[in-house]
């Protein structure tokens, strides 16, 4: 009996963050989106500052005085209440990246042509054009997509800047791209709740807002001009990669339908637009029981359950990662 009490008084002071150095620390890194009270809201988590915490860069120890659309890299440990108590927190200005001007020009090439033609499309291996459906620029189902947009769009972002489509595809799909154009499958918007469908709009939205196709394109440049990159010669990559940008950025747009993102970047859309749901006042615990509806339509294989088909967590290892998400920052 002792032995029991022993050891259920150390998991609780485990679980209240009693225990100095039991609990290991969490490092997150994304954008400061929201303020609620004391606590920061970055990469999804709700963070606080201690008189340990170390501030570097723009940081203070007044966390509101931080502008929302910053940079954040935070290393902590969590508390009782799912609080990121801070070790260590950075915080900078989000200046133009490379590349970043570049990619965005080739998808408002390609959502142009996408436009002028009427039709969302993509080329096969063999680079035969294939159709993945036509594209609706207005009607019920693009004014229910705008209206969900507008509510989970973050603060420090203008909403009447994205720009909204739906895919006449009945397959369950939806993509947010680097320059604001959004497109929606309609089988994903006829067979889900406004709920299930915010949950959905919040994942892709997190890839625009976080930059993930710029940072999975700069690392595709980076790896094809390596002898460059390793000679410092940032002239040649910044050259090279405008010259590539017309011709990758389309390429881009079409296979993130397919391809998808990395799973560290997926797993990030994943908190941050649940974030982005339930700061808007949608009903983010639908969020586990959603990916069992994508695992049961399309099975449960890395490749067969998110939006893109990408390099992702099954779906049940999504649904337990959402369900931890809710259970530190949402109860």
Same mark, same amino acid.
Request: with cysteine; charged share 30%; glycine share 12%.
């Given at each position: 009996?002792?032995?029991a009490?022993?050891? /259920? ?18 490092k997150? @890194?994304?954008y400061?989106e929201? =303020?609620r ?13 201690g ?7 723009? /940081? ?21 209440d799912?609080?990121l ?12 990246a ?10 408002n ?6 436009r002028?033609e ?7 291996? *063999?680079? @035969?054009?294939v159709?993945?459906?036509?594209? *609706?620029?207005?009607g ?18 203008t ?14 799909? /939806?993509? +947010? ?26 994942h892709?939205l997190s890839?625009?807002t ?6 999975g ?10 002898s460059?990159a390793? +000679? ?6 910044d ?13 881009l ?10 799973r560290?970047?997926e797993? =990030? ?9 339930? @700061? ?14 994508? /695992?049961?339509?399309?099975?449960d ?5 998110n939006?893109f088909?990408?390099d992702?967590?099954? +779906?049940?290892?999504?649904?337990r990662?959402?369900?931890? *998400?809710?259970?530190l920052?949402?109860?």
């Amino acid at each position: 009996m002792r032995r029991a009490g022993a050891a /259920a008084l150390a998991f609780g002071l485990l679980a209240l963050g009693g225990v100095p150095g039991l609990q290991a620390a969490e490092k997150h @890194e994304g954008y400061a989106e929201f =303020q609620r009270g004391d606590a920061l809201i970055v990469d999804g988590q709700r963070v606080r500052v201690g008189a340990r915490t170390r501030f570097k860069g723009s /940081a203070t120890r007044d966390l509101s005085r931080i502008p929302l659309g910053y940079e954040v890299k935070v290393t902590g440990t969590r508390l009782g209440d799912g609080t990121l108590l801070a070790d260590e927190l950075e915080a900078k200005p989000n200046g133009s990246a490379l590349f970043e001007s570049d990619l965005v020009e080739s998808f408002n090439q390609t959502e142009k042509q996408y436009r002028d033609e009427g039709a969302v499309f993509e080329e096969d291996d *063999e680079g @035969e054009r294939v159709e993945l459906g036509r594209l *609706e620029e207005s009607g019920r189902a693009v004014r229910r997509v705008r209206s969900i947009v507008e509510r989970l769009c973050p603060p420090y972002l203008t909403p009447g800047d994205f720009r909204v489509y739906v895919v006449d595809n009945k397959d369950w799909n /939806a993509m +947010a791209a680097p320059n604001r154009s959004i497109y929606v499958y309609s089988g994903l918007l006829n067979e889900m709740n406004d709920d299930e469908v915010a949950i959905v709009l919040g994942h892709e939205l997190s890839h625009a807002t976080h930059e993930h196709s710029r940072k999975g394109y700069k690392k595709q440049i980076l790896v094809m001009l390596g002898s460059a990159a390793v +000679a410092g010669a940032a002239e040649e990559i910044d050259g090279t990669g405008k010259r590539l940008g017309v011709q990758l950025g389309a390429l881009l747009l079409g296979s993130a339908l397919t391809s998808g993102y990395g799973r560290d970047q997926e797993d =990030q859309a994943d908190r941050v637009g649940l974030r982005y749901a339930y @700061e808007a006042g949608y009903d983010v615990e639908q969020g586990p029981t959603l990916w069992e509806r994508f /695992a049961k339509k399309y099975g449960d294989d890395n490749k067969a359950v998110n939006f893109f088909f990408g390099d992702h967590s099954v +779906a049940k290892d999504r649904a337990r990662n959402l369900r931890r *998400e809710l259970d530190l920052n949402y109860r």
